[in-house]
């Protein structure tokens, strides 16, 4: 059995995961406004490990979200999945933060378009189709009534918390959306963290670093 533990923590949802051989078994998260990663997410993996009768000798692997999304939550996730696989030897999963969210919805027609909120009018963007296959390359884009035009005739099925704030820029038409469909889940990580695993695409624990998209900046607020 190829055990794998997930965690993702990209947003404002700290989230982990416990998959036997490609299946979920259990998962734990909590979306705090105010980033409860660092207190949570160790407790979370105590908590799952020990609610399903395994311990962290019994992982093959660790699955973490390697981003785009906040800066605070890739470096206390990415950080922490680090030092656990060097502990144990070994391999360490990075998967798109995007499809997750993309997997959340399943689609016949149209593309998905995740969307993360990158403040005011920006968000974190791909597009995939209903198999979950990338169609586009990550981007920070600004939204205007003209976004996404390209691909005007074909339905558009809008997921994240950067969706809604976009809704009444971009309209319905050839638009669907997922309101109950915010953040990305490590309930999603399974089959992607099992199909990496067999396929051997790890990563090198030492040099790997999340996927910011974007420089941190640091904003200051006023007096």
């Known amino acids: 059995m190829i055990t794998i533990l997930s965690i993702e923590t990209a947003t404002k949802n700290c989230s982990v995961s416990l998959s036997v051989s490609g299946e979920v078994i259990a998962c734990k998260e909590i979306a ?7 207190e949570k997410l160790h407790v979370f993996v105590e908590e799952i490990l020990k609610e399903n009768n395994k311990t962290l ?3 093959s692997a660790i699955a973490i979200s390697q981003g785009p999304g906040s800066y605070t939550g890739l470096r206390i996730g990415v950080s922490s999945v680090k030092g656990l696989c060097y502990g144990l030897s070994i391999p360490l999963i990075a998967l798109d933060t995007l499809e ?33 296959n ?15 035009s390209s691909y005007k005739g074909t339905m558009l099925h809008l997921i994240g918390d950067g969706a809604m704030k976009c809704k009444e820029t971009l309209g319905t038409e050839g638009f669907m959306y997922y309101p109950e469909i915010t953040y990305p889940s490590a309930s999603e ?11 051997e695409e790890f990563v090198d624990v030492a040099y790997f670093e999340p996927f910011y998209l974007k420089d941190f900046v640091l904003i200051q607020k006023k007096k």
């Open 57 to 59: 000798k019994d992982l």
């Open 134 to 148: 990338k169609l586009s390359e990550i981007e920070a884009i600004v939204i205007d009534e003209n976004s996404f």
């Open 32 to 38: 705090e406004e105010n980033f409860s990663h660092a």
């Open 189 to 199: 990580m399974g089959v992607m963290a099992y199909d990496k695993y067999v396929k």
């Open 100 to 132: 997750i969210l993309a997997r959340q919805v399943e689609v016949t027609e149209g593309l998905i378009v995740p969307m993360l909120d990158a403040r005011r009018m920006e968000v974190f963007s791909a597009v995939f189709d209903k198999e979950y």
